[in-house]
Structure formats: structure tokens, C-alpha cells
């Protein structure tokens, strides 16, 4: 059902319909949709053809549509995928099933020494050896996530660690590779949310451009007895899938938890 005209707010046009468009990128439209034409979303919202072009082109710096020179407007690939934080499910669960939109590059795998920013995260000596797994979630030739992730050699079988050099798709998923192929009895995950720009990874190949805003996710994962066994860098371009975190206020008093 086309949109109504919009109502008289406060906020510019641009910003409403921006909004209004968000709107219907996540209930209405899917990955890889085409928008309607400038003329038909204007005449939609009863706005001018500028007001929709300030609007897209804001939709586009946040990685929800794409453009394409002389073809139109699509959704982004990854603008339907969600990731939610506070579960702690695998990449691969989210990006890999039959309905997702991505394959697993592995751009490397073997055993580094741990260097002193992961050391620290494992609880490990720098010189520690790790099982260093190095991978890209693809979409065609777009890549929506890049992945580090770090195993202590000294939780893994020597056996295991030699099956994954040689055949790095049991690394995936990675929590059913520790809980399964490992054996060991996952427990929480600690979570770290920064920004960075392409030319501040520390991914080694298919890098984005040096312009490029990037959420960064470095994770360490525990196991039951809270000794860390595993840890993740992870950087997501523009577009490549939501993040949603669930935050509670806590009380100023009792210090418990409220809405």
C-alpha cells in the first residue's frame, strides 16, 4: 500500500522521509530489492524529487541502500541481517543459513605466536602459541564481515589443530568447533564495540577503502570455569547487517535493573 503524504513535524522532510523509508526497508523491502524510481517515492510522500534524493543519499552513508549509477536504488545486502548482542550465537549461524546471503572465505589458518593484544585478552604469555584463523563472510564480490579469531593451541588436541590447518571448514560454526570438536563447555562472552576506518584494520587482504567506517567487535569468550579460550576481532563495513544491544537502566538506589 503506497505511503500517505507526510504530516507537518518538527523535523526536516528529509529526516522524515528518511525515516519512513528505514521503515519499510525493515518490514516491507528485502536484501537486494530495488526502490521505486525518485519520481514515484516523491509523489508517494508528497515531497519534491530533492527532498527523496537527501534522503537516499543519507540511507546510503548509512549503509541501508546501494546505488547504482544509471539502474536505480537497492537495498542493501546485509540491511535485513540482525545481529543481537546479547546472544551469543555464531556469525556463521546468522550469515551462512539457507536464507542468508554469505560464504566463508578462509584467508588463513595456522599457528602464531599470541603477540601482547591478544595474550592479554586469553590470559596468555605473548609468546603463547595460538590457532589464528583468518576469514571473510562474502557476498559475491562484496564482503560483509572480516574475522580474526584466536585459539589457545593449549585447549585444542594437537590432532584438531592439525585438521583445521589443513581443512579450515570445521572451524565452522565456531562455537559448535569448541563445544563439539574441543569439548570444551562454553560460558560467557565480554564484548567490545568500537570504530575504526579501513585504514586503522589489521585485516591483511581485501581490505575496504582507507575511508571506509568500520564497527570493530573485539570478543573473548569463557568457558564454565571463566578461563578465557577463545578471541575475536571482527569488523563490520557500512551495510553488512544491524546490531542490536539490549541495555537496562539501573536503579539510582537499589541498583537493580528497571525499564
Given at each position: 500500500?503506497?505511503?500517505?503524504?507526510?504530516?507537518?513535524?518538527?523535523?526536516?522532510?528529509?529526516?522524515?522521509?528518511?525515516?519512513?523509508?528505514?521503515?519499510?526497508?525493515?518490514?516491507?523491502?528485502?536484501?537486494?530489492?530495488?526502490?521505486?524510481?525518485?519520481h514515484?517515492?516523491?509523489?508517494?510522500?508528497?515531497v519534491?524529487?530533492a527532498?527523496?534524493?537527501?534522503?537516499?543519499?543519507a540511507?546510503t552513508?548509512?549503509?541501508?541502500i546501494?546505488?547504482?549509477?544509471?539502474?536505480?536504488?537497492?537495498?542493501?545486502?546485509?540491511?535485513?541481517?540482525?545481529?543481537?548482542?546479547?546472544?551469543a550465537?555464531?556469525?556463521?549461524?546468522?550469515?551462512?543459513?539457507?536464507?542468508?546471503?554469505a560464504?566463508v572465505?578462509?584467508?588463513?589458518?595456522?599457528?602464531?605466536?599470541?603477540?601482547?593484544?591478544?595474550?592479554?585478552?586469553?590470559?596468555?604469555?605473548?609468546?603463547a602459541?595460538?590457532?589464528?584463523?583468518r576469514?571473510?563472510?562474502?557476498?559475491g564480490?562484496?564482503?560483509?564481515?572480516?574475522?580474526?579469531?584466536?585459539?589457545?593451541?593449549?585447549?585444542l588436541?594437537p590432532?584438531?589443530?592439525?585438521?583445521a590447518?589443513?581443512?579450515?571448514?570445521?572451524?565452522?560454526?565456531?562455537?559448535?568447533f569448541?563445544?563439539?570438536d574441543?569439548?570444551?563447555?562454553?560460558g560467557?562472552?565480554?564484548?567490545?564495540?568500537?570504530?575504526e576506518?579501513?585504514?586503522?584494520?589489521?585485516?591483511?587482504?581485501?581490505?575496504?577503502?582507507d575511508?571506509t567506517?568500520?564497527?570493530?567487535i573485539?570478543?573473548?569468550?569463557f568457558?564454565?570455569?571463566?578461563t578465557p579460550?577463545?578471541?575475536?576481532?571482527?569488523?563490520?563495513?557500512p551495510?553488512?547487517?544491524?546490531?542490536?544491544l539490549?541495555?537496562?537502566?539501573t536503579?539510582p538506589?537499589?541498583?537493580?535493573?528497571?525499564?
Amino acid at each position: 500500500m503506497p505511503p500517505c503524504a507526510l504530516p507537518l513535524r518538527q523535523a526536516p522532510l528529509a529526516s522524515q522521509v528518511e525515516q519512513l523509508l528505514r521503515e519499510r526497508i525493515e518490514q516491507e523491502w528485502i536484501p537486494g530489492d530495488r526502490l521505486p524510481a525518485e519520481h514515484s517515492l516523491a509523489a508517494d510522500y508528497g515531497v519534491s524529487r530533492a527532498t527523496i534524493r537527501a534522503a537516499l543519499t543519507a540511507l546510503t552513508r548509512r549503509g541501508l541502500i546501494t546505488r547504482r549509477h544509471g539502474v536505480g536504488n537497492f537495498v542493501a545486502l546485509g540491511a535485513g541481517l540482525t545481529n543481537n548482542l546479547a546472544e551469543a550465537i555464531s556469525l556463521s549461524e546468522i550469515l551462512t543459513t539457507d536464507d542468508g546471503p554469505a560464504t566463508v572465505i578462509f584467508d588463513s589458518v595456522g599457528v602464531e605466536l599470541a603477540g601482547v593484544d591478544v595474550a592479554t585478552q586469553l590470559g596468555r604469555d605473548p609468546d603463547a602459541p595460538i590457532l589464528v584463523n583468518r576469514k571473510r563472510f562474502v557476498d559475491g564480490d562484496t564482503t560483509l564481515v572480516y574475522v580474526i579469531n584466536s585459539i589457545p593451541v593449549d585447549v585444542l588436541h594437537p590432532a584438531l589443530i592439525d585438521q583445521a590447518v589443513l581443512t579450515p571448514s570445521i572451524l565452522e560454526p565456531l562455537f559448535k568447533f569448541l563445544r563439539l570438536d574441543a569439548g570444551l563447555h562454553l560460558g560467557v562472552h565480554l564484548a567490545r564495540l568500537s570504530a575504526e576506518t579501513g585504514r586503522q584494520m589489521a585485516y591483511p587482504t581485501a581490505r575496504p577503502d582507507d575511508d571506509t567506517a568500520l564497527l570493530r567487535i573485539d570478543e573473548t569468550g569463557f568457558d564454565d570455569a571463566d578461563t578465557p579460550i577463545w578471541h575475536s576481532h571482527t569488523w563490520f563495513p557500512p551495510g553488512s547487517m544491524s546490531i542490536e544491544l539490549i541495555r537496562q537502566r539501573t536503579h539510582p538506589t537499589t541498583g537493580k535493573g528497571s525499564l
